[in-house]
Each structure stands twice: as C-alpha cells, then as structure tokens.
C-alpha cells in the first residue's frame, strides 16, 4: 500500500505526540515502541521506516519540543524582570527555571537522562537547541560589560545556566536531598544577588 | 551451619568489596546480585541475611565510602589553599570536585543515580553523610563573615556546593553537553571568583 506524503506526516507526528505522552506520564523508561506504534497505526518494525534513527530520534524530537516549551518560559521570565536590575532579572530566570522543572518533572528529567543507544554522539542540530538557551544570560551580560568577549561571554552565561542548574537539580532531587521549594526558591534567590554582585565586580576589574 | 560474628562481619565486608568494584568498573547497571553472593561465597537468598535492606543496602555502603574519598579529597584541597583568599580556596576545592569525579567517574555517577526500591527514603545517617561534605564550604564562609547567621550559612554552602556540582555535572555529562576538561575548568575559576566577589558584596551588607 502507497501512503501519501502527508499521510507520512501525519504517522510522524502522531508517533511524536504519542511519546511526548508517555515520556510525560512516566518519564523515560515509561516509553514503549509496541504502543507507540499502535497509538500511530503502524507496525512496530515499520517505527524505522518514519524514524531512521528508532527510538533515539523519537526521544530527541519530544525533546526538542521540551526545550521550546523551556526557552518560551525563560522569555516569559525575562520579559517579566525587562528594565528591573540585573539580579532581579537572573532571579526571575532562576525561578522560572525551577517551576519549569517541578512541572513538568518527568519532560525536564528526559532532558537530561536520555542516552543515545550505543553510545552514538547527540546530533550537532539538537545540541545547538540545547546551546541556545543560553542566550537568555548571555543577552543581559552584553549588556552589563560590552567589554566581555564573545568566547567569555559565552563561558559565562553557560557558567550561570548551569550554576542554576545544579541547584534545581540537587535540590529537588528524588529523595537524595530533595529540599522544600521555598528553600530552593531562597537558594536561587541568594545565588543570583551573589553572581550579579560578583559579575559587576568582574566587568569592573575588565573595563 | 553456624557462623560466628567474626565470619559474618567477614562476609558483610567482601560484599561490599565486591559491589564497590562491580559499581567502579560498570556502573549502579552492572550492579548484579548473583555474583555478589557468589563472590562472597553465599547463596543470592542469604545476601538479606546481612543486609536487612538488600541491594539498596549494600549500595548506600558503597556511596558511603565514595563519600568518604570525596570527603578526604575535599579537606586535601582546603589545606592546600589555606591562608590564600577564599576564591583561591574555593577554585581549589571545585578543581578537586571536578577531577574526583572524572576519575572516579562511575563511583561519582552512582551517588546521585541512585534510586531507593519502592520510593522508600533514604535513611538519616546516610543524608547526613552527604550533608556533611557541605561543612568544607561552611568554614570558609564563617571565616568571611562572622556575623553570618547559622541558618543562612547552611543555605549558602549548599548554594555554593550546588552551583559547582551544576557545572562539573552539565560539564561532563555524556555526550549532552561534555566539555573538555580545561573549559570546565576556565568555567570553575570564573564562578568561584565571581561568587567571591559577590560573598564580599554580601557580607558586607550583612556587616
């Protein structure tokens, strides 16, 4: 049988939302191909035929998909802080960061939990995905030192991300030392008037 | 066939021996209760014998030395900074956090990977183990700010603490966004002399 190829799109996406689901619901290891291919139509060998790369790809495009839902909610928070200081603005990153991942716990946690099979790079296109998020401190550190370098801008402002990160990360944490989110709120709150103050002393010793 | 204390303190300790190689060579995964047993000259049943918690057990057994050699390695790069200012201390220490976990990298891994059975918690004394990595963090900043209140020291090393394990973390992880080793490196010198500044800053206002 011949299939269109808007009916190809159209198995592709409905593959895509059927494990944006599942990945959902139960996270990463809740994915499974036999009702992926079921929720789409198909045949589960025939998953390979939409998705050359299997189940990595498919876990990739949910992703990718994860990562804009993350990017518009960082713009969402920037935009809230637009015009405040630049501690004010971090903070508002910060914390938009850390409900992201309380709401959307099991997304946030593919992100970065998914291992491609047999130790294959992650693809160049999904990587810069990852990178882009980054502009949202970069943008303000151009701001606060046109003196800083291209190259150590960047430095910085993945410095900063993954600062944030590892505090949301640890802080909530499964039960290891999974904190209240108000303290983790205090954290973060403390973390990005301390980086903003020792940032403005930085661009000082540069300018 | 009846075993004295001494034998069965024997069969504890070449349990956990065996567990810590299997989790250096491959992993919490490679993790494998027959051949623990077999290593240990038991029968797989009898591993709860010894350890009433079983494998979640011998694994928290595990981690605790990898606690401990974190720990010693920690307190070396303290003394090894003493007397310089705290950014030089502090860039010490993360330089060590980094490079215990490059080396012990599958041991490192296995401290946050792991995932009680049935969503029990994790008992006290092994969370107190962890929380007590953050006092190499705390007495510098006592020694910076002697008006710091206890509370908001806690908050404060384990902000610190966080933000270095966020970079060495993203920085290593897989093939998501590893970095070469001198770039983590350049990212840990920035954040520990940008928090310094920024601690300044704070105790400052505090004083």
Do not use: C
Not at 68 to 81: N, T, V
Not at 114 to 119: C, L, P
Not at 162 to 186: K, M, T, Y
């Amino acid at each position: 049988m011949r299939i269109s190829n808007e009916e190809k799109e159209q198995i592709v996406a409905r593959i895509i939302d059927s494990a944006e689901r599942q990945i959902a619901a139960t996270g990463l290891s809740g994915l499974n191909l036999r009702s992926l291919a079921s929720d789409a139509g198909i045949k589960p060998a025939s998953l390979y035929n939409h998705f050359k790369g299997g189940l990595d790809e498919v876990i990739l495009r949910v992703n990718s998909r994860t990562i804009k839902m993350l990017d518009q909610s960082l713009a969402r928070a920037a935009k809230k802080a637009d015009g405040e200081p630049v501690a004010v603005l971090f903070d508002s990153m910060a914390v938009a960061y850390l409900h992201f991942a309380i709401k959307h716990e099991k997304r946030f946690a593919a992100l970065f939990e998914h291992r491609m099979a047999n130790d294959a790079p992650i693809p160049e296109w999904h990587l810069q995905e990852h990178y882009n998020l980054f502009r949202h401190v970069e943008r303000p550190l151009a701001a606060m030192n046109p003196n800083l370098g291209e190259d150590e801008r960047r430095i910085l402002a993945r410095t900063i991300y993954s600062s944030v990160h590892g505090i949301v990360h640890l802080g909530r944490q499964g039960r290891l030392i999974a904190l209240p989110v108000p303290v983790i709120e205090q954290q973060l709150g403390v973390i990005t008037q301390v980086l903003a103050d020792g940032l403005s002393a930085f661009a000082a010793k540069l300018s």
